[in-house]
């Protein structure tokens, strides 16, 4: 088995490849700026950044003769590239998934389902598959791939006018230091018991998925996780925050991660760099006093 792995964002394009590692020989494309190593791929297509979407699938359906499955980082170009071949070919898409496997010529895929809430397991024929980011930690592989240029032919697609998003005046992205709490906190009230430790580390705060979206104590865009932003910080401090796979696809980049949690079990402890066990409200005045020395 052969496939070709697409991305225009580095980080993902390796963890898309580290996916695909082991289960089938693959080349990648890399839609972007700057030198690509480590992928492990066998040949390197590279695209020049701004392409459009559909130059870059119709290149890719020039070269699919070569490749049985297409594997895409799910971002929003990628979702685009893998919508269109999927369009253009027939083939059946398994979206988001997070571990790919193949048997008897069936795929085997794994995605959250229910916002989130679940993992569904589906065997399918699929060919065209997109990686949720941010679930697979990215591995370094030594290869020097042969590099080529991906055929382009001109895009379908007039851009008359961008009008950018208003992003609102939360940037979680580029937080050097995120106070996240969860749903240990208890009460929409007691945010404000925090919000001295966010001050004192000049940080920001944000919250898991049951704290913003479905008790409504912290805005929507200040969720860190699956479904929210995807963040990288140098330092993570994670307040009452049990530590469930999907808040950990959000923040699992973070340099340094310190957890609160009164539950030794919690999953979170697994993730962090130093964990403390106790009563959130009785260990943050302590470390607020602390850093005021």
Sequence with gaps: MKALVVSDDINFLKQACTLVNGKAEYDAV??????????GASTLYTVKKGTPYDAVADGILEIMGNYDIIVAGSTEFGREVAGYIAGKTGYYAATEIFSL????????TKRFFYGGKTVI????????FTVAPGVIEA????SKPEEKDLP???????VNKVVPKNAGGVRLEDAKII?????????????????PLVNAVKGELAGSRPVCMDYGWLS????VGLSGKKVSPKLYIALGISGQIQHIAGMRNSKTVIAINKDKNAPIFQECDYGIVGDIFAIVPKIVEELKK
Excluded: T
């Excluded at 890399?30 to 992928?39: D, F, I, L, T």
């Excluded at 496997?101 to 085997?108: I, V």
């Excluded at 591995?139 to 030594?142: I, N, R, Y």
């Excluded at 929507?220 to 969720?223: L, S």
């Design 30 to 39: 890399y839609v972007g700026e700057g030198r690509v190593s480590g992928v």
């Design 101 to 108: 496997e193949f048997s008897n010529g069936k795929a085997k």
């Design 121 to 128: 397991e589906e065997e399918s024929d699929a060919k065209v």
């Design 139 to 142: 591995k370094e592989f030594e």
């Design 152 to 158: 382009i032919k001109p895009s379908k697609v007039r």
């Design 179 to 195: 106070v996240s709490v969860g749903r240990g906190i208890g009460s929409k009230e007691n945010i404000s018991k925090i919000e």
């Design 220 to 223: 929507e865009d200040r969720q």
